[in-house]
């Protein structure tokens, strides 16, 4: 693994153990992914917006604040708070990193955000997830200690929607003084820092930085610089801070996406099991179909796997699924719990986890099948039909018996959102074995359990499916080659199927380790990342 790479990684289990120990110092770099302009990209903007006023000036040799410096002498504040906000104010969607940095602050991560950027994509990206104490102004300060006791961004520059509190003038950006410098100074003497795409051409914040009595006073705690082409000054830092590490290059996106996969398979991994009830307070609701193993079984199997604490187990309602978990695991087989039924509050909630990057793992038979417990009243649906069932004729005219259409084992939750369908007939014992590909992806599992033998139900229908499909464990029926395991790429995550009866060992223990070998297997795909950077 490179220097970095491995600096990564570090970091990714410091923050596992220690998730408030570090800030986040944010610059352009995340802004500019989402469309927003960076500093050298709203220079120009505003230079061609105001060139007729901006006489006999040369842009190449003027950051973004002189050339606004020369603007508010030109034409006044007003002409800079309405240039920034014509160029900033602007409805984009919000980027991939900080949607990440979001699910991690949720998660208890970095609470302490600073930002010179005067936009506010961060503040909407936030928005409907968790609430965030933003600081701008002298009066919205709170005491020093309690600065993590609510999530907070600082806005050292002010923001856009205040045009008063706005600092982008030269003039404006040579000191912080008062409250700013106080809060940053004692943000810098006691945590760890990660400056992200942030340019460091600010003489205020610079100054701050550079000032010795800080760096002597600073607790042990390192500071981290990202940026995909980093400067010579961003290393002089990293350097003044006695920092063993360089320059992490990746983009904010990239940094922000890696950390949160890098922190969620640090270990201990949190794992996910469904306890059966829709919230915390309820009792258990859900009843199993094709699956006799309780949820405590699959909670301790991955406590006990070696090494020791590589897991940590928790047993949760349908309303606690969450990004945090690294597997979700549903113990019901064909039924799982719905939070609501009109909805489908808790499915939606699982596709929405896989997407993330999450492995959703539903064990025995055809996933999603039912409810709550398996029951012909219970088959989930998306809505009813009302279909013919039966055509005669009965004194010259035709009668239709109609019958209310809920699903099928051709049309369920699992072929509409998902694209897979699975095998008709009744369950079967039947002998499974792997190809090189399947034991390279997951290692050799076909007599886990003491035998070759399982319970084929509900297998992986390769023929009848419209996606695509990682075949892990392998059987026939006649001459159909199915799949009683099989991992099912869903954007960002996986889901995970075991179209079996698990009723032994020999299934819960191919299942379970399958599971185990996949987290395995996405540890090494992000240690290969870490390597490139």
């Known amino acids: 693994m490179s220097t970095t790479g491995e600096t990564f990684g570090i970091l990714c289990g410091y923050l596992k153990k220690h998730p408030t120990r570090y800030a986040i110092f944010l610059g352009a770099g995340g802004p500019k992914s989402a469309g927003l302009p960076d500093g050298d990209q709203l220079k120009k903007a505003i230079f061609n917006e105001y060139m007729s006023l901006l006489t006999d ?66 503040e909407t990206s936030f928005i409907g997830k968790i609430r965030i104490r933003t600081i701008t102004t002298e009066e919205d300060q709170v005491p020093l200690d309690n600065l993590q006791a609510k999530s907070t961004l600082m806005k050292l520059h002010g923001t856009i929607s205040k045009p008063k509190t706005i600092l982008a003038t030269i003039q404006n950006v040579q000191d912080l003084v008062g409250w700013k410098k106080e809060i940053l100074e004692y943000i810098l003497k006691n945590f760890g820092l990660i400056f992200i795409g942030y340019s460091a051409r600010d003489p205020d914040i610079l100054n701050v930085l550079k000032d010795q009595s800080i760096i002597q006073q600073r607790a042990s705690y390192n500071i981290h610089w990202v940026d995909p ?129 999450g492995i959703f793992v539903n064990t025995g038979g055809l996933a999603f099948f039912y409810w709550d417990s398996p029951a012909p009243e219970n088959v989930a649906f998306e809505r009813i039909m ?89 059987s026939k029926r006649g001459e159909e080659e199915v799949y009683p395991i099989a991992a099912v790429p869903y954007e960002a995550g996986i889901l995970l199927l075991a179209g079996m009866n698990i009723r032994s060992d020999s299934e819960f223990s191919k299942t379970a380790t399958t599971v185990d070998h996949v987290l395995d297997r996405e540890r090494e795909k992000l240690f290969m990342e870490f390597q490139k950077i």
């Open 229 to 357: 082409y980093p400067k010579p000054i961003h290393e002089t830092i990293l350097k003044a801070y006695r920092s063993p590490q360089k320059c992490i290059k990746v983009s904010s996106d990239g940094f922000f996406e890696l950390l949160e996969r890098g922190i969620k398979l640090s270990v201990p991994i949190e794992i996910g099991v469904l306890n059966g009830m829709h919230t915390p307070d309820n009792e258990a609701v859900c009843k199993p179909g094709c699956s006799s193993f309780p949820p405590k079984a699959w909670a301790d199997f991955f406590e006990k796997v070696e090494p020791s604490q590589k897991y940590r187990a928790a047993k949760i309602a349908a309303s606690q699924i969450d990004d945090r978990f690294a597997v979700i695991i549903n113990p019901f087989g064909e039924a799982y719990p719905e939070l609501n039924r009109n909805d489908l509050a808790t499915f939606k909630s699982i596709k929405n986890y896989i997407a993330n990057g």
């Open 386 to 474: 009302i279909l013919p069932r039966v055509t005669r004729v009965e004194d010259d005219r035709v009668r239709l018996d109609m019958v209310a259409y809920r699903g099928s084992l051709d049309d369920n939750l699992l072929s509409r959102h998902f694209g897979i369908r699975c095998t008709l007939g009744d369950e079967i014992e039947r002998e499974c074995y792997q190809l090189p590909e399947d034991i390279a992806f997951v290692e050799d599992i076909k007599n886990l359990g003491r035998t070759s033998q399982i319970a084929e139900f509900r297998a992986i229908s390769k023929n009848r499916s419209t996606r695509n499909i990682i075949p892990l464990l392998r």
């Open 57 to 122: 000036i040369s842009i190449d040799e003027l950051t973004c604040e002189m050339l606004l410096e020369k603007l508010c002498i030109a034409c006044g504040d007003s002409a800079v708070g309405d240039s920034l906000q014509k160029f900033l104010d602007v409805e984009v969607a919000s980027p991939s990193g900080y949607q990440s940095l979001v699910r991690l602050v949720r998660f208890g991560y970095f609470g302490i955000i600073i930002t010179v950027n005067i936009d506010e994509l961060l």
